[in-house]
């Protein structure tokens, strides 16, 4: 999943299929059918083309004539109308990310074939603004990195974290008001098929990223038949019975394989922000600082919290293995630290924007699946990962909120089959440190013959068009544009 900076329409010619049952939350097509009004978008440094409309869904799928809520949709046209094959969803990471100016942005960097193709779509997810959002009204303090992700106390103790997630549940129960208990994996794929309707397309092709894999995954459980071309990028390990939690756990291994190429780059000669003269080095002179600046932090004014401390810098070292481009920010954080000082508090996004993902995370997260309610769980859990994984401290299996999250979820998790059309391409890539390929490769064995993988020798998060491989991205292109796929199973180098 993407750090969470920044998550839409229903009918269906027939009901959806979960699990190999009908579901009585899917619509029909009749009852999706709503013209759009497209406006100017709103934003600074947008591809004037763009334009954007707002999609009428439920709250509630089992109340489908009930209150309805607004999903914020963007689109730049196909460039070719004569080439024109569709739509391509634009499904971003999260949850609490959304993809309103990607055709803008990202959707400028598909080659022109892919671009004369496809009318390019954006959309804010339930919850997320412009869509009608949600807000909890959070404390400030539990809006930092190191408590939205469940950072043990520096002795191993979950206590403060669970503190931490009963607050973060009381608060959301007291203001997320009604469409917080709605807010899921599952009905973020009927609100696409509700956009899928609007936008007058009996088929979709998709573009899913990191989270957003797992909402397709979601879709082609719900509307296998609707689907055109999918393209899961960076994915996420599908477990039916962890589901959220193994989002949460494969930081463990995500910093194990890429920690070996920060500390190559942190020992090379040459290098303006060198750590050691050797990448063996790297390793021990990191783990000595962590678990320095636990035990006695470095003030930091500006930043939330206020110190440096060990989790602080384990967190900093998760967000640089993102993008190899970002690991000067952490060895600079590193060399500052070691000297007693740190550097400029890093700005981060508005309080508002901070609460709003805040609460969609969280809830997508609660609602998705149950978490086990007892501390004893997380107490061994954190134990034994700090044992094994010492780079992450235990936190990807501590609790969040969801142990005291108020309402139970409303249906089983997403399960992934190997039934349904052969059109999915799934790239990854090799060293990813927040969906690595551990869990790739579950997703890759659940889908059987549907998917054909791509596997890039490449580090950091987001493969296709950004820290993948030209192979990869050639290969990603060409199934987009024509819709071929490599024999079998590709290695890019």
């Known amino acids: 999943m993407k750090q969470m900076t920044k998550s839409l329409a229903l009918i269906a010619a027939a009901s959806g299929v979960v699990f190999g049952v009908l579901t009585p939350l899917s619509a029909s097509a009749s009852a999706g059918a709503q013209a759009l009004k497209w406006t ?27 209150p309805q809520i607004e999903i914020a949709v963007s689109r730049i046209r196909s460039e070719n109308p004569d080439a024109r094959r569709g739509a391509l969803l634009l499904i971003p990471g999260g949850p609490g990310g959304d993809s309103m100016n990607d055709p803008s942005e990202k959707g400028q960097k598909l080659p022109q074939s892919v671009r004369d193709a496809y009318d390019l779509v954006g959309f804010a997810p339930r919850g997320m603004a ?4 949600v807000d909890c009204g959070l404390e400030h303090r539990d809006l930092a990195r190191t408590t939205l992700l469940p950072w043990p106390a520096a002795d191993g103790s979950v206590d403060a974290t669970m503190a931490a997630g009963k607050r973060v549940s009381e608060a959301c129960a007291r203001n997320g008001g009604e469409l917080i208990k709605h807010i899921s994996t599952l009905n973020e794929a009927r609100d696409l098929d509700r956009v899928r309707a609007a936008l007058g397309e009996t088929r979709v092709s998709m573009w899913g990223v990191s989270y957003g894999t797992y909402v397709a995954d979601a879709y082609l459980q719900l509307f296998s038949r609707r689907t055109d071309r999918v393209v899961l990028d960076s994915n996420d390990n599908p477990d039916p019975v962890l589901a959220e939690r193994a989002w949460l756990a494969a930081f463990e291994r995500g910093a194990e394989d890429n920690f070996p190429e920060f500390a190559k780059w942190a020992s090379a000669p040459g290098n303006p922000d060198r750590l050691a003269d050797t990448a063996a080095e790297v390793r021990p002179l990191f783990l000595k600082l962590a678990a320095r600046l636990d035990r006695e932090p470095i003030p930091w004014p500006g930043a939330n919290p206020e110190e440096l401390n060990g989790n602080v810098l384990r967190q900093t070292m998760l967000d640089s293995f993102y993008d190899p481009d970002d690991y000067p920010a952490l060895a600079r954080l590193i060399l500052a630290a070691r000297k007693g000082t740190v550097p400029p508090a890093p700005a981060g996004p508005p309080e508002a924007v901070l609460q709003n993902v805040t609460a969609v995370a969280a809830a997508t997260i609660c609602n998705d699946a ?37 309402w139970a979820p409303k249906e089983a998790p997403v399960r992934v089959s190997d039934r349904g059309p052969s059109n999915i391409l799934m790239v990854q890539n090799e060293r990813d440190p927040a969906t690595p390929l551990s869990g790739a490769l579950r997703l890759r064995e659940a889908l059987g013959r549907r998917a054909v993988m791509v596997t890039n020798d490449s580090t950091g998060h987001d493969a296709y068009l950004d820290n993948g491989t030209a192979c990869g991205d050639a290969t990603v292109s060409r199934f987009l544009a024509t819709g071929k796929r490599p024999a079998g199973d590709l290695y890019c180098r």
């Open 370 to 406: 149950a978490w086990p309610s007892d501390p004893a769980v997380y107490r061994e859990g954190v134990a034994e990962s700090r044992a094994e994984f010492p780079l992450t401290g235990g936190m990807p299996r501590n609790a969040m909120s969801c142990p005291t999250w108020p």
């Open 130 to 133: 412009p869509s009608t959002a």
């Open 40 to 66: 100017r978008c709103e934003g600074s440094g947008l591809d004037p083309r763009q334009r954007c409309a707002t999609v009428s869904v439920p709250m509630d799928y089992a109340d489908p004539d009930g």
